[in-house]
């Protein structure tokens, strides 16, 4: 079963790290792309980074560029999400998803997770 789990979300203050974690099962290996997202209250879902499960390719967001970073561990069927410089305007639902391709549209994913909390406080 392709199932996709996120956590390490929370609340921290604005300038702060948080570390986002997406844990997948091995059927997600037939997708080699995992991506994150985040929707904000009222707001669409929005791309932040993806990256194949090889680690080769990375894309960002541009303004997720120099903040976050992407990586993942195949291993532990794990991928991460490092967030640092945390600023008001990142509080969302951050959500992990796979995709056969690196792309920026929710569309071109087609599985994803319940999604985890990120609350920035200024």
């Known amino acids: 079963q392709v199932q996709l789990v996120e956590s390490g979300g929370g609340l921290v203050q604005a300038g702060g790290s948080l570390r986002l974690f997406c844990a997948a099962s091995?059927?997600?290996?037939?997708?080699?792309?995992i991506g994150w997202f985040r929707q904000a209250p009222g707001k669409g879902r929005e791309f932040v980074a993806a990256?194949?499960?090889?680690?080769?390719?990375?894309h960002y967001a541009d303004s997720m560029k120099g903040r976050f970073t992407i990586s993942g561990d195949s291993a532990k069927n794990t991928v991460y999400l490092q967030m640092n410089s945390l600023k008001p305007e990142d509080t969302a639902v951050y959500y992990c998803?796979?995709?056969?391709?690196?792309?920026?549209?929710?569309?071109?994913?087609?599985?994803w997770g319940q999604g985890t909390q990120v609350t920035v406080s200024s």
């Open positions: 990256i194949t499960w090889s680690g080769s390719t990375t």
């Open positions: 091995r059927r997600t290996w037939q997708r080699p792309v």
């Open positions: 998803a796979a995709s056969q391709r690196i792309g920026i549209q929710v569309s071109e994913y087609d599985y």
